[in-house]
């Protein structure tokens, strides 16, 4: 089955620091991956996509993401933090169907910024 | 640009009702997908809908259904509501194609 596996569910760090927020996803012939952050009662918004091209993926708010195929990973950095990146950050992967594509999720992780 | 709005923000049901969730979708998206999040956890695929058509299915019971219109709005129902039915539900627009999700902020569903 299609898995998108995200290994920290809390990750703490101070402002200023570098932050990684790790995803494992299951190999498939064509992978096409995101992360969306979510903050406090709101819904959920795109950081950044890998869908072909460039393994080292930009995004908004100084986000990027490497796609690592021999690794199944698409981990999620950001070398100097802010108090305001505190939220939920999902790793998700698009896997195609009949019908077209359905975007599957990770469990979720939880970046908590420390003054 | 419209956003994918979501009524109502809240709602508190007793087991046993039924309630049903509304999404306008984002303006030149024609797909919605509907998602669960309980407390704690990721989104969790529902259903999606394409030109008013269910295309595509989580493992969610039948008592969960749903409705596109012709202006890609879109509805969720829940009959026969159980206390684990409480979550946010989140409802996303896109493109047919590989494109990302765009999110409402979501319906918080409380059963008692």
Known sequence: A???TQLDSQVPVFEEAPVELRCNYSSSVSVYLFWYVQYPNQGLQLLLKYLSGSTLVKGINGFEA???KSQT???LRKPSVHISDTAEYFCAKNRRGTG???????????????? | ETGVTQSPTHLIKTRGQQVTLRCSSQSG???VSWYQQA?????QFIFQYYREEENGRGNFPPRFS???FPNYSSELNVNALELDDSALYLCASSSR?????HFGNGTRLTVT
């Open chain 1, 100 to 115: 077209g594509f359905k975007t599957i999720f990770g469990a979720g992780t939880r970046l908590f910024v420390k003054a």
């Open chain 2, 66 to 68: 749903g409705l596109q």
């Open chain 1, 2 to 4: 299609q898995s998108v």
């Open chain 2, 97 to 101: 194609d590989n494109s990302p999700l």
């Open chain 2, 29 to 31: 998206h024609n797909t």
């Open chain 2, 39 to 43: 407390l704690g956890q990721g989104p």
């Open chain 1, 66 to 68: 490497e796609f690592n």
């Open chain 1, 73 to 75: 990973s698409f981990h």
